[in-house]
């Protein structure tokens, strides 16, 4: 007896042991579904095991998406026809009557606000005389521009609804490049959509889109109808606003631009204080270092960005600024070129002190610049659309 019950623990032991290898190894064999043949084909069927009820698939960002998803709605606006070319005798012979049909337009946005506040591009709603937001739980309202900052291109709209879905805000200065980023808008008008990558590059800021650049470059698909709405981390913080993109067809290539959100807040708070964006100014004309002019100023720096021109009794000029000068930081911090001089510059507050470090041929200087308050850009003439 005792010999019998020793065969069987062993072969229990065995079988047990067996199991936990395949369990490891090939687990799908343990827990695929039996072949099953169903009654109305008659075609033998292998079904994967149901997963429990609310679980996550590994590597999903559902969460993240559902979070996000909420605060982001659809704008549609229209805008009153351009009647300037159409009374144009020329163009009604070339073009026909063009009527007064409205110009429609679609772009996203993202709730940030309890209070109705809508963060989204100045380019979506520019020039619109009538902006409807629509939620993502279809609900529709008429939205109102508090204020617009064409030099970032964001604008802030209000909406009077109760029970909005409110979007937490990430610090996008902590993002690293290959971070995961998730895409949500209402690309060329199909319905809300969410898409997945990550992040391309940081601090693109010389693509000629805004004066203001520092963009997050990523490879989630951005369309036409996405501009305006959010680009979140793989917890649903919103981290930028996506703006444009690069495409030789019109559609996303894998290229795609988004404002972070810390110039957002900057943006945000401007606006809904003081109804304007307030930026530093110091009266130079800035040029990236090149041979051509470092060999016409006779700077011998090979780093920083070469002041070119000052106003007279600008800022810089009272400060003791010169053509020639060459800023290697503002405030403590590095700039390396135009764009970061600009940026770094307009974050200033006007009428408070500021160090400028210089180097001035073979000197090195330091000087308190006083900044004043940023001229706002003139309206550039519009010309006719071609055809």
Known sequence: MRRYWLVFSQAV??????????????PEWVHQRPAVSTATTGVTLSEAPSLPNNAIPAGSFRVAAQKASQAVVSINTSKAADRSSADDPWFRFFFGDQGSVPQSGLGSGVIISPDGFILTNN????????????LNDSRKARAKVIGTDPETDLAILKVNLDRLPVITLGNSDALQVGDQVLAIGNPFGVGQTVTSGIVSALGRNQLGINTFENFIQTDAAINPGNSGGALVDVNGNLMGINTAIYSRSGGSMGIGFAIPVSTAKL?????????????????????DLSPELMETFGVKARKGVLITGV?????????????????VAVGGKDVAN??????????????????????????????????????????QPQALPQR
């Open 13 to 26: 032991t065995v079988l047990l042991a067996a199991y936990f290898v395949v369990l490891t190894l090939k």
């Open 311 to 327: 106003l007279q009794n600008g800022p810089a000029a009272q400060a003791g600024v010169r053509p020639g000068d060459v800023v």
């Open 267 to 287: 943006v945000l708070e401007g606006i809904v204080k003081d109804g304007v964006v307030t930026r530093g100014w110091i009266g130079v004309e800035p040029a």
């Open 338 to 379: 135009v764009s970061e001089l600009l940026t770094t510059v307009a974050s200033l507050k006007p009428g408070t002190a500021t160090p400028f470090k210089l180097q001035r041929r073979d000197e090195n200087l330091e000087v308190t610049v006083t900044p004043g308050k940023r001229p706002k850009p003139k309206p």
């Open 123 to 134: 380019h979506v709603v520019e020039g619109a005389t009538e902006i409807d937001v629509v």
